[in-house]
């Protein structure tokens, strides 16, 4: 399955990107297990999507859990929760 992944804010400035394309491999079929699979690539994505870490995700730019299934061809954006005041 082939996505566009988009890194907002502090993730952007962890990961050193904001965008890149991806192909996962089968197993890989929702937004949670995409987010372990990027985990494996260790050093900063390991400390940047950590398990206990808060992330918003979006697919297709509606906001979504973590168990939402992938699409194949989605864009899947990863944001910290932002506060306002």
């Keep these: 399955m082939k ?19 991806v192909e996962v491999p089968e197993v890989v079929k929702t937004v949670s297990q995409l987010r372990a699979h990027l985990i494996t690539r260790g050093g900063v994505w390991a400390e940047a ?14 906001m979504v859990d973590t168990n939402t299934a992938l699409i194949d061809g989605a864009e899947i954006a990863f944001f910290p ?3 306002g005041g």
């Excluded at 999507?49 to 509606?62: I, K």
């Design 81 to 83: 929760p932002v506060t």
């Design 49 to 62: 999507l950590a398990e206990g870490r808060p992330l918003r995700c979006a697919l297709n730019q509606t």
């Design 3 to 21: 996505l566009e992944l988009r890194f907002f804010a502090s993730l952007r400035e962890a990961l050193g990107l904001s965008q890149e394309t």
